[in-house]
């Protein structure tokens, strides 16, 4: 069963390299860079989430997969909930972890924009000064040196160009409740409890509005669960995986 997994904002596919190691045994792993990060090319589309959906259901064509578990963190989940959209039959489940289906609110779209022009002007520093102590918990910050450092190389490899696109793209996102009513597979539901981004309370929203949903709070994560607490992350996955068979 293959599991495509789509990174978070500013980072890449490298954050789930915990995901890979631990998950290969379940399933087929797939973990794409999202456009202009890692690997990938930025292209010269316009700023959507629809677009980096069509490029996760290219490359489902392009690895010969039908049907797919798709699962997305924070950016990710906001790519997965546009693929449910516009590619619904290409999902036999769907993994929503610490991301959001409300729209951004004018501010949050105000300050996407201030970030993305900030970046392009040479302003890399923003990410560091202003995203990166967002995404990560309490308890990271406190105890975790090493994930906080982990997180913060992977911050500063962000190209400006994909961070300004991205940021642009996650802006213009329509509200996506109407799509998760309509999904018919099973999905599951990630948030730590510590995410200040994407608190729990957006979580159960996302719950209550998919017919067959479960909901998992990982203790003790922010909003990057899958990299500060990755053996719970992996064992709710492993087990949402073999839940489908």
């Not at 489902?60 to 963190?73: F, I, N, S």
């Not at 309490?138 to 696109?165: E, F, H, I």
């Given at each position: 069963?293959?599991?495509?997994?789509?990174?978070?904002?500013?980072?890449?596919?490298?954050?789930?390299?915990?995901?890979?190691?631990?998950?290969?045994?379940?399933?087929?792993?797939?973990?794409?860079?999202?456009?202009?990060?890692?690997?990938?090319?930025?292209?010269?589309?316009?700023?959507?989430?629809?677009?980096?959906?069509?490029?996760?259901?290219?490359?489902?064509?392009?690895?010969?997969?039908?049907?797919?578990?798709?699962?997305?963190?924070?950016?990710?989940?906001?790519?997965?909930?546009?693929?449910?959209?516009?590619?619904?039959?290409?999902?036999?489940?769907?993994?929503?972890?610490?991301?959001?289906?409300?729209?951004?609110?004018?501010?949050?779209?105000?300050?996407?924009?201030?970030?993305?022009?900030?970046?392009?002007?040479?302003?890399?520093?923003?990410?560091?000064?202003?995203?990166?102590?967002?995404?990560?918990?309490?308890?990271?910050?406190?105890?975790?040196?090493?994930?906080?450092?982990?997180?913060?190389?992977?911050?500063?490899?962000?190209?400006?160009?994909?961070?300004?696109?991205?940021?642009?793209?996650m802006a213009g996102r329509p509200d996506s409740f109407e799509t998760l009513r309509a999904l018919d597979v099973p999905v599951l539901v990630v948030v730590g409890d510590e995410d200040e981004l994407s608190p729990p309370?957006?979580?159960?929203?996302?719950?209550?509005?998919?017919?067959?949903?479960?909901?998992?709070?990982?203790?003790?994560?922010?909003?990057?669960?899958?990299?500060?607490?990755?053996?719970?992350?992996?064992?709710?996955?492993?087990?949402?995986?073999?839940?489908?068979?």
């Open positions: 069963m293959p599991l495509v997994l789509l990174h978070a904002f500013p980072l890449s596919s490298a954050m789930w390299l915990a995901q890979r190691e631990a998950l290969a045994g379940e399933c087929r792993v797939i973990t794409p860079d999202l456009r202009g990060f890692g690997g990938s090319r930025l292209g010269d589309e316009d700023p959507s989430v629809d677009a980096m959906a069509d490029d996760v259901a290219r490359l489902l064509d392009d690895e010969g997969v039908e049907r797919a578990v798709v699962g997305g963190l924070s950016m990710g989940g906001y790519v997965t909930m546009a693929l449910c959209r516009r590619h619904p039959d290409r999902l036999m489940g769907a993994i929503f972890a610490d991301t959001k289906a409300s729209a951004d609110t004018e501010a949050a779209r105000a300050n996407r924009e201030r970030i993305a022009a900030a970046v392009l002007n040479g302003g890399a520093g923003v990410l560091l000064d202003d995203v990166l102590p967002t995404l990560i918990g309490t308890t990271t910050k406190q105890r975790r040196g090493m994930v906080v450092g982990r997180v913060r190389g992977l911050v500063q490899a962000a190209p400006p160009g994909a961070v300004a696109w991205a940021q642009r793209a309370s957006d979580a159960e929203a996302m719950a209550q509005a998919v017919p067959e949903a479960k909901l998992a709070v990982i203790e003790k994560a922010g909003h990057l669960s899958a990299i500060e607490q990755p053996e719970a992350f992996n064992a709710v996955v492993a087990e949402f995986v073999r839940s489908l068979r």
